[in-house]
């Protein structure tokens, strides 16, 4: 009974965060076609429900009604695995992400993560980097050959934009002298991380962009000369899989960029709840991905690995030399 | 030309990013201007311009003939060979066209017909909501340009408008529908040039 009760918290709020983050992809798209949307000076989705908030509903019905269909000259087993795969490491980063302040529920203190890893952050990267796998096995299996080049395109670029971003967050780690999530905001109580470490925050982010494969680095996906890149023969629930994955991508790197650079829930102006300040940097940031996203176009094959190699990853290196200089 | 402009922007432009920072601003900028879409057809509609060539038309006179001498001049000089002029002597002696088909499907709106009429009788309105499920349905006879809208006085405008579908359960009951798909327009046009929406974007 004492094992459970002790465990009872863990289990509410693992369902919370599953429950949100299986949710959390519908507004994210309604908000990305009202951006797009409104870039382009059209107003977006408008039939459904008020302003088309209702949209994404619609569009989960039609995936989920559509057929799902697998080439006849699929692999069968990792055609449907792939999806999973792709899926579930997106869910497991959220194991070690802190959401705020250990807060007062019910009598008892209930800390907003779901586990307070000494190696948080390492923990983090280490498995986004296991996503790539869902998607070579998503080019591979699907036995076509846009999806082979779109999944071939993604583990070169997820592979060499891991490096950089590895290196970029290093100063942080380095600031903090922890690579414990919740450490790392403590540290930023006075100003945030991003004061010291433009360099460090600018590769970050950019390297996060790749790794997201968001716009303008979006080459596994390239709808101009792929497809749809790897998941071009996939189609209804499978297809659905990998969206979901690929804006909790966007949420993780979202909070990664907010914990690491701009003082997680530090910070907060009076009279605003410091989770809800969190949230909001994230939505902000969010936000920012959406609006890059309608903005640039994407870079040629070269250009993003001359970026990644010669631009992101002496540049990540300069500032861990350059800011262990200064600490010392 | 791109070669030109980073080196007028120099290295200092290259490190800060200024083409692309330029291109977020221009992108925030237009996410906080007005949309441009028009609510047709539910809530507005555009009426074109007094001098926007849409569905033909044709003149009658005072008599309430038509102003067609079927003299064929148009029917010689369209680009796309779709109207079909056969002349007959009507009652007063007068020449005038017995058949005077338009194949709206083929034509481009050119609005040689027009020019080259020398009677003032077929003209280009301002219609411009022409479709149907067969091509058959768009070819369009004497009485259906007689019938058609003219010219209206003022365009350039989007009115409120409101969609009218046909009438489902009146279809079911009588086999046939007494309303068909159309936009009506609700209130006056303004004498005034009126909702210059490209320029209002632009602000
Ligand atoms: S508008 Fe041009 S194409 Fe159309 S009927 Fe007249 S002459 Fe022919
Ligand atoms: S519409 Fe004009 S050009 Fe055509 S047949 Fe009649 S009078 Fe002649």
Redesign the pocket.
């Known amino acids: 009974m004492e094992s459970v009760i002790a465990i009872l918290p863990l289990l509410i709020k693992m369902a919370v965060i599953v429950a949100v983050l299986l949710l959390l992809p519908m507004p994210l798209t309604w908000l990305e076609r009202k951006i797009a949307g409104h870039i382009q000076q059209r107003p977006g989705p408008m039939r459904v429900g008020w302003h088309g908030v209702l949209q994404p509903v619609a569009d989960a019905i039609k995936l989920l009604t559509k057929e799902d269909h697998i080439p006849a000259e699929a692999d069968r087993l990792l055609f449907k695995i792939a999806p999973i795969v792709a899926l579930v490491p997106p869910f497991v980063v959220f194991v070690a992400i802190p959401f705020g302040e250990p807060v007062q529920m019910f009598g008892t203190e209930v800390t907003l993560s779901l586990s307070n890893m000494n190696v948080g952050l390492l923990f983090i990267l280490a498995v986004s980097g296991i996503g790539v796998f869902g998607i070579i096995l998503a080019g591979w299996a699907s036995n076509s050959k846009y999806a082979v080049l779109g999944s071939l395109r993604s583990i070169a670029q997820m592979i060499s934009y891991e490096i950089p971003m590895g290196f970029s967050v290093i100063g942080v780690v380095m600031l903090a002298g922890s690579m414990n999530l919740f450490d790392i905001v403590a540290r930023q109580d006075g100003l945030w991380n991003i004061v010291y470490q433009p360099i460090g925050f600018f590769v970050f982010f950019v390297a996060g962009l790749a790794e997201a494969q968001r716009i303008p680095f979006d080459l596994p996906e390239a709808e101009g000369d792929l497809g749809a890149g790897y998941h071009t023969e996939y189609s209804g629930i499978r297809f659905s899989f990998f969206m979901l994955a690929e804006y909790l991508v966007v949420v993780v790197l979202a909070i990664l960029n907010v914990i690491l650079f701009f003082g997680g829930w530090q910070g907060t102006p009076p009279l605003v709840n410091p989770i809800l300040w969190f949230f909001l940097k994230v939505g902000f940031f969010i936000w920012v991905f959406m609006w890059f996203r309608f903005t640039f176009p994407r870079y040629r094959y070269d250009q993003l690995m001359t970026i990644g190699w010669k631009v992101l990853l002496p540049l990540s290196l300069v500032n861990i030399l350059v800011s262990g200089f200064f600490m010392f | 030309m791109a070669r030109t402009m980073t080196n007028k922007s120099g290295w200092i432009g290259k490190v800060f990013f200024l083409d692309l920072l330029h291109g977020l601003s221009l992108t925030l900028r237009y996410m906080f201007a007005r949309t441009v879409t028009h609510m047709y057809p539910d809530h507005e509609k555009w009426i074109p311009y007094s001098r926007h060539?849409g569905h033909?038309f044709i003149k009658t006179n005072d008599e309430g003939d038509v102003n067609c001498v079927a003299c064929e001049l148009?029917s010689k000089?369209?680009?796309?060979d779709?109207?079909i002029v056969i002349p007959f002597e009507d009652a007063k002696g007068n020449r005038r066209p017995q058949v005077f088909d338009?194949d709206l499907a083929?034509?481009?709106?050119?609005?040689?017909?027009?020019d080259?009429c020398p009677a003032d009788a077929?003209k280009?309105g301002q219609e411009y909501e022409i479709s149907a499920t067969t091509t058959e349905a768009l070819v369009v006879h004497l009485e259906d340009l007689i019938a058609a809208p003219g010219k209206a006085e003022n365009g350039g405008q989007v009115m409120p408008a409101k969609l009218i579908t046909p009438d489902k359960t009146a279809l079911k009951k009588t086999g046939k529908d007494t309303r068909t798909h159309s936009v009506t327009v609700e209130g006056t046009l303004k004498a005034a040039e009126g909702y210059d929406w490209w320029q209002r974007i632009r602000k």
């Open positions: 060539r033909h148009c000089i369209c680009p796309c779709c109207i338009i083929r034509c481009l709106y050119c609005g040689l017909c027009e080259a077929i280009l």
